[in-house]
């Protein structure tokens, strides 16, 4: 793991303090036109004012000068498949057809473990270049492609979430588990991975269709052994899922009834998709504190359906944003803000620049219930910061000469940029990008 001299970044620092309520809360932000950051051990030992950090630092402290750009937290990306870095862009139908067709058959390579870390250098140098800094992934069904997984994050120092995908019906069989070796695989590579470094074990069962109750069982029961890892799925995407699904178990009311049965349910528990929720599961989400996770692109691409955040947020349920690559277009949290954007316009939902800035960073970050190490520029908290500049293109500089607020800026990142206004990414205080100048 790179390590990281002590440093002192100066630029436009922006960290939410808490959830925005609205447009224009400007109490829920802490911004500095003259900004800096003390690095010092991968960590944020002080922020504010450049000058009263700049005091703070040790004598000879090199300084990088960022401005004018942006200084931010990195992003957060809640819910992504590694495995299907070669599956995005498929010409599919929804999402079973997209699942037999192009995923399943993809996901297979991943039983080779020069495969899943070629893919790895792929993916963690994309997610750098986006200004990802922690992600959340299902693996294959492999466990091979775990350690490719956590090895290549390891190896660059990074925060990251995963594990193996748990499945053992309705799949090919080159793919299949069983609920035995689902249990034993996930618990292994669990012990060996949960909190070594950065990294952190996802309990994975992919959905209700690719797991028999035995397995849908042996998660639970992985759950109530390590309380302290996330377990992920996927919950009502898509209508022809969920009527299969609901025949598969039939003594369950609904979705969620299933994944509550087996004890899957808890503030840890990151449930992708959520579009066609019914009040009872709503009800339940909001008592087990569980993570509605919205993945705009991946909605539209596959046809799944609009994620109606103001009904999940006022029935009191958690919710978090993800790109869901490869069923998801775009590995670029901004292209997924902009695109989530468009999904709540779409049902009089407007969200402010400030509301959206903060999930993909401080919000995506308490929904891992992880705030206190990643998402701001909080003095204590892990150095993965993000520089971005809102006029990197000629059509953003363009636009962004009549800006005329930070909000503005924000929304011109959100709307027209990707990778290229992400001129640096930290990782834990080192910069991976090339970018620090
Ligand atoms: N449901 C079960 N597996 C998947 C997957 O890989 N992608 C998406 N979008 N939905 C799923
Ligand atoms: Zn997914």
Not at 20 to 34: I, V
Not at 351 to 366: M, S
Not at 417 to 426: H, I, L, N, Q, S
């Amino acid at each position: 793991m790179p390590q990281s001299p002590t440093k002192l970044l100066r630029g436009r620092t922006v960290s939410f303090l808490r959830r925005p309520m609205g447009a224009g809360d400007e109490e829920a932000l802490e911004a500095h036109e003259d900004g800096g950051l003390l690095i010092e051990n991968g960590l944020i030992t002080a922020a504010g004012d450049f000058a009263a950090v700049a005091a703070k630092a040790p004598e000879g402290t090199p300084v990088t000068d960022h401005r004018p750009h942006l200084i931010l937290p990195g992003f957060i990306d809640t819910h992504l498949h590694f495995p299907q870095a070669q599956v995005i862009a498929s010409w599919a139908d929804q999402l079973l057809d997209w699942l037999n067709d192009y995923t399943f058959p993809a996901e297979q390579r991943f039983a080779d473990k020069a495969h899943g870390a070629r893919i790895a250098r792929t993916f963690y140098d994309t997610l750098i270049a986006h200004g990802t800094t922690t992600a959340v992934a299902y693996c294959s069904s492999h466990p091979n492609s775990v350690e490719a997984y956590f090895e290549e994050a390891e190896r660059r120092g990074m925060r990251m979430l995963g594990g193996k995908t748990m499945m053992d019906r309705n799949a090919p069989a080159a793919l299949c588990d069983t609920a035995q070796s689902a249990y034993d695989d996930s618990r292994a590579l669990l012990e060996k991975w949960h909190g070594r470094g950065r990294a952190l074990y996802v309990i994975t069962p992919r959905f209700a269709i690719t797991s028999t109750p035995e397995q849908l069982e042996a998660a639970g029961t992985l759950l109530r052994e390590f309380p302290d890892c996330h377990l992920q799925t996927h919950i009502n995407e898509n209508l022809n899922e969920i009527s299969y699904t609901l025949e598969l178990y039939p003594q369950d009311a609904d979705y969620l009834a299933i994944y509550e049965r087996y004890g899957l349910l808890s503030r840890k528990t990151l449930l992708g998709h959520c579009i066609h929720m019914n009040d009872r599961e709503l009800a339940v989400m909001r008592e087990t504190g569980s993570v509605a996770v919205f993945c705009p692109t991946s909605n539209l691409f596959l046809g799944s359906g609009l994620f109606d955040k103001a009904r999940l947020d006022s029935a009191g349920v958690r919710t978090a944003i993800a790109t869901d690559i490869g069923g998801g277009t775009s590995y670029s949290m901004l292209r997924t803000l902009d695109e989530g954007y468009k999904v709540l316009q779409l049902q009089r939902q407007r969200l402010h620049p400030y509301e959206t800035f903060y999930w993909a960073t401080r919000g995506n970050a308490e929904s891992l219930s992880l705030a206190d190490r990643i998402g701001t520029l909080e003095p204590g908290t892990e150095a993965d910061i993000i520089i971005l500049n809102p006029a990197a293109t000629p059509e953003m500089a363009l636009r962004a000469e009549t800006a005329r607020s930070l909000a503005d800026e924000l929304f011109i990142l959100q709307t027209l940029g990707d990778d290229r206004a992400v001129v640096e990414t930290y990782v834990a205080g080192v910069g991976m990008k090339g970018g620090a100048s």
